[in-house]
């Protein structure tokens, strides 16, 4: 009986369980990669055309990806791949957020105390400082990868079989 239990749950499990594809993006020669599933927001400039394309991978074939549900790429199309980076764009959005509220909690501040000015020379120089911050760090919130046989690959992996 437990045979039969062990077997009949067992099957209804291996039911359940369907392959998967996997997009990846490695570099030769380390363990550094970046796994990209169904479902997953990338961002891509193609060779020909020379297109960028952004959007969700709605599937994963045998040598190609389709993003947006209508752009199919072929890996070997990829000119590179655009990732962010968590880090800096969290600080930017800190500096930004950080410089608005400052000014914006200094101009409350003084007008409720009938300051004159309002907004002082230094107020203004420590917000700005932070605003300008912010968009200074604007270019290095991504990364791009360029696909060749020495810096970055793609490739996909393939568990259906």
Same mark, same amino acid.
């Given at each position: #009986? @437990?045979?039969?239990?062990?077997?009949? &749950?067992?099957?209804? #499990?291996?039911?359940?369980?369907?392959?998967?594809?996997?997009?990846?993006?490695?570099?030769?020669?380390?363990?550094?990669?970046? /796994?990209?599933?169904?479902?997953?927001?990338?961002?891509?400039?193609?060779?020909?055309?020379? +297109?960028?394309?952004?959007?969700?991978?709605?599937?994963?074939?045998?040598?190609?990806?389709?993003?947006? %549900? =209508? $752009?199919?790429?072929?890996? &070997?199309?990829?000119? %590179?791949?655009?990732?962010? @980076? *968590?880090?800096?764009?969290?600080?930017?959005?800190?500096?930004?957020? =950080? &410089?608005?509220? %400052?000014?914006?909690? =200094?101009?409350?501040?003084?007008?409720? $105390? $009938?300051?004159?000015?309002?907004?002082?020379?230094? +107020?203004?120089?420590?917000?700005?400082?932070?605003?300008? =911050?912010?968009?200074?760090?604007?270019?290095?919130?991504?990364?791009?990868? /360029?696909?060749?046989?020495?810096? *970055? @690959?793609?490739?996909?992996?393939?568990?259906?079989?």
């Amino acid at each position: #009986m @437990r045979r039969i239990l062990f077997v009949l &749950g067992f099957s209804i #499990m291996v039911s359940f369980c369907h392959s998967q594809q996997i997009f990846l993006l490695e570099k030769p020669g380390t363990v550094n990669n970046k /796994k990209y599933y169904s479902g997953d927001a990338i961002k891509i400039k193609t060779i020909h055309p020379d +297109t960028i394309l952004s959007g969700k991978i709605t599937g994963i074939n045998d040598s190609s990806i389709i993003v947006g %549900y =209508a $752009n199919e790429v072929f890996i &070997g199309n990829i000119n %590179y791949i655009v990732r962010g @980076r *968590w880090g800096f764009s969290l600080l930017q959005k800190v500096f930004l957020s =950080a &410089g608005f509220a %400052y000014v914006v909690i =200094a101009t409350f501040n003084g007008l409720i $105390n $009938n300051d004159k000015p309002i907004v002082d020379e230094q +107020t203004l120089i420590i917000s700005g400082s932070l605003l300008v =911050a912010g968009v200074i760090l604007t270019p290095i919130t991504t990364r791009k990868h /360029k696909i060749d046989s020495k810096h *970055w @690959r793609v490739k996909i992996l393939d568990f259906s079989k």
